[in-house]
């Protein structure tokens, strides 16, 4: 077997807070789905962790951002509180934690 892809699937009775967060802040809205796919080729990714990095929790998705900075600006102007950075990792990234409405926790990351 080859993945071709790895989706985060993440249930909900709150679909408006699910719009107002990744559909405003982050992505794209189908109306019953809200799917974000990357432009370009992508490798599937799963990954299983002790830590977060850096000492923090692990999060519960890792999102990569092409404009961390305006994706950072507009996550904080929408009221969500930072949980973590943003913050240059040694390896390589620029990145933040915030929390989704639903509590799932977000690293929000560009590489360097």
Do not use: C
């Amino acid at each position: 077997m080859t993945v071709k892809r790895v989706v985060a699937n993440i249930a909900t009775e709150h679909m408006d807070a699910a719009k107002a967060f990744y559909g405003d802040l982050l992505g794209m809205d189908h109306g019953w789905i809200i799917t974000f796919v990357g432009a370009g080729e992508s490798t599937p990714q799963l990954s299983f962790a002790l830590e977060g990095g850096s000492g923090t929790a692990v999060p519960d998705l890792s999102i990569e951002a092409d404009d961390l900075s305006s994706t950072y600006e507009r996550v904080v102007a929408a009221g969500h509180q930072i949980e973590y950075g943003p913050a240059d990792e040694e390896l390589g990234v620029r990145r933040f934690y915030v929390r989704d409405p639903f509590g799932r926790l977000l690293n929000i990351l560009a590489h360097q």
